[in-house]
Antibody
């Protein structure tokens, strides 16, 4: 079955870049029928979608407006994984970060597979 | 931006039926997905496309929609159903295309 395995540091200093990786098994990052998402969750913001990367004859990205100036999500086809890079972090970026697979369901993607989550704290 | 409104909490006795609502402008025009999240775990998709169930999700979980309100119904509630439940829509016309509701805590009495 499809599984997503997250990795990355749990502590990031303010103003630095938060980087997380999500390794895919049982599916391909280059799939034409899936999208690869990052979502975060905090008590103050709840569940917040950050963005996605997906392949439809070429690589495409969508990002949430709230982080658009600071975020990059990119695929690594050689390792069948995708990564999140969030720059200039502040304590407000402290959250549990999840990766997730999106599959089209009706008018928009449902997130049918999730990674295990990574608690990231932004602190000096 | 798009807002999905859920009741903060719902309580129900074992064996009874729980109904969790999700309201918002134009919910009637988009597909609604529902997730279950237990403490310390990642969310799990329980209903997609308003009313379809992923494989492995019990038939006790069902979804429906009327006007701009979607409802997750859990029949014959069990203690193991106690969790937070979130609705989610994808609205490409919004500046935030993926929106989650604030979540509902289901308590089994």
């Amino acid at each position: 079955q499809v599984q997503l395995q997250q990795s990355g540091p749990g502590l990031v200093k303010p103003s630095q870049t938060l980087s997380l990786t999500c390794a895919i098994s049982g599916d391909s990052v280059s799939s034409n029928s899936a999208a690869w998402n990052w979502i975060r969750q905090s008590p103050s913001r709840g569940l917040e979608w950050l963005g996605r990367t997906f392949y439809r004859s070429k690589w495409l990205n969508d990002y949430a407006l709230s982080v658009k100036s600071r975020i990059i999500i990119n695929p690594d086809t050689s390792k069948n994984q995708f990564s999140l890079h969030l720059s200039s972090v502040t304590p407000e970026d402290t959250a549990v970060y999840y990766c997730g697979r999106g599959r089209m369901a009706g008018s928009g993607d449902a997130l049918d597979i999730w990674g295990q989550g990574t608690m990231v704290t932004v602190s000096s | 931006s798009y807002v999905l409104t859920q009741p903060p909490s719902v309580s129900v006795a074992p064996g009874q039926t729980a109904r969790i609502t999700c309201g918002g402008n134009n919910v009637g025009g988009v597909s609604v997905h529902w997730y279950q999240q237990k403490p310390g775990q990642a969310p799990v998709l329980v209903v997609y496309g308003d009313s379809d169930r992923p494989s492995g999700i019990p038939e006790r979980f069902s979804g429906s929609k009327s006007g701009n309100t979607a409802t997750l119904t859990i029949s014959r509630v069990e203690a193991g159903d106690e969790a937070d439940y979130y609705c989610q829509v994808w609205d490409i016309s919004s500046i935030h295309p993926v929106v989650f509701g604030g979540g509902t805590t289901l308590t089994v009495l």
